[in-house]
């Protein structure tokens, strides 16, 4: 199944290499290419390049990362959204300079890190949502708490990789100032202003938007053990596992509340959702963990492939299609590595075969507009490199391919090393 998933990987990326080598993304149905702000920052090879080394395929592997530092430039007068890059490039170029230790590749996500510090310089400290990379200036308000607490895994490494201390500290300010901002009964909100630090949105939930947020609560203790980001990780599940949950005839899921009163306003589960029994487990949470990630398959095999989002009272579509997402297949990676159940290698193969049958075209993987039947759309996000089929060959390959002990995933997959502690504040938020 390694294999099969492998070559998979290696079906998708030749295609990128014929068809859209040097641009950030493969529009496979047309055999085209695509770039996020009319000029390349090689992102399907910088998400990939980690992808490559865990696999062994070293001659892809050397021949991108070649690319990438000898081409890669972020001198650039180009407004660029801060969290997509930050998880895609600024944590996969750290997570290949880990592997790989070619100091290039640090080097470059230094000069990143530096381009990217301005989005901070807000009243309350909490990031921007875009960023000139040439020139530093910021634009756009009003934002979300994944937006803005998604970022302290690549800042912080950052940080111990250069001593740059500036990094960890603008970033966990960030994450702690939007934990500040929670409301009595412990929730935060869908968006919020940087500048004034008001709600302009209550609704409460886990899925795009939240999502994050509290996986890195969880992941910056794991990765840096820092106490302040343990102590708001304890508060907050609390306050999710009481308001989100919900027990229904079709198994758990979390919903989506008001953020002050915790009354449903919504009965939506989603793929983004599925992230989080990766995260319950990793918290320790086994049980709710199995149970959500039961419920979330339920939510794939019931449409022959998840759907971008149901409503759970009554397993309908609420909005179609699939972008080739990874979370399902990420959360069942996670429980077979902790519990060692066959189940999730078995649900595995279900995805594998649901994307081959689905999304696999002439031209590397194609996303759907529609499930049921299938309509294929002309994208390929470089997240199906950097996460979808990773996890997926995780989830079969040899136990010592990569350690859950020491490493930590980044929200894009891109596994950051435990060892030597990052900067840390004192005090507790």
Request: net charge neutral.
């Amino acid at each position: 199944m390694a294999a099969r998933v492998r070559a998979e990987f290696v079906h998708a990326w030749s295609a990128y290499r014929r068809y859209a080598w040097e641009h950030d993304d493969l529009l496979p149905l047309s055999k085209g290419h695509h770039d996020w702000y009319g000029q390349s920052l090689l992102m399907t090879p910088v998400d990939a390049l980690d992808t490559m080394i865990l696999m062994g395929l070293d001659n892809e592997a050397r021949e991108a990362q070649q690319l990438i530092v000898t081409t890669l430039s972020f001198d650039r007068d180009i407004y660029v959204k801060n969290f997509e890059i930050t998880i895609r490039l600024l944590g996969g170029l750290l997570s290949s300079y880990e592997l790989t230790r070619d100091e290039r590749l640090l080097k470059l996500a230094n000069d990143l890190g530096r381009r990217l510090l301005p989005v901070f310089d807000s009243p309350t400290g909490m990031p921007y949502v875009e960023v000139n990379l040439r020139t530093g200036k910021t634009r756009k308000a009003e934002t979300n708490p994944a937006e803005i607490g998604t970022l302290l895994l690549e800042f912080g490494t950052l940080s111990k990789l250069t001593g740059n201390r500036a990094f960890y500290d603008k970033a966990k300010r960030a994450l702690v100032a939007i934990y500040d901002r929670r409301s009595p009964i412990g929730l935060v909100g869908s968006s919020i202003n940087v500048e004034t630090g008001r709600w302009t949105d209550s609704t409460s939930h886990i899925s795009g938007g939240i999502d994050s947020y509290y996986e890195y609560l969880l992941k910056c203790w794991k990765l840096f053990g820092d106490q302040d980001c343990e102590r708001m990780w304890h508060t907050s599940i609390a306050s999710v596992n009481r308001y989100l949950a919900k027990d229904t005839p079709s198994g758990l899921w979390y919903g989506q509340v008001n953020m002050r009163t915790g009354k449903r306003v919504s009965e939506h589960f989603g793929a983004l959702d599925a992230f989080f029994p990766a995260v319950l487990v990793l918290g320790g949470d086994v049980e709710r963990a199995r149970r959500l990630e039961a419920s979330a398959f339920s939510m794939w095999t019931a449409f022959g492939v998840e759907p971008e989002t149901i409503d759970y009272r009554t397993m309908s579509i609420v909005d179609d299609g699939y972008v080739l997402r990874p979370e399902v297949i990420e959360s069942a990676y996670y429980l077979y590595e902790f519990t060692g159940d066959e189940r999730y290698r078995e649900m595995g193969r279900t995805f594998l075969s649901s994307l081959i049958r689905c999304c696999r075209v002439d031209a590397g993987y194609a996303a759907l507009s529609k499930i049921d039947p299938p309509k294929q759309r002309d994208q390929m996000q470089s997240f199906l490199l950097a996460e979808t089929l990773k996890y997926l060959y995780l989830l079969f390959a040899d136990p010592g391919t990569l350690d859950l002990q020491s490493s930590v995933f980044n929200t894009e997959a891109h596994p950051l090393k435990r060892g030597v502690q990052g900067p840390q504040g004192t005090r507790g938020p």
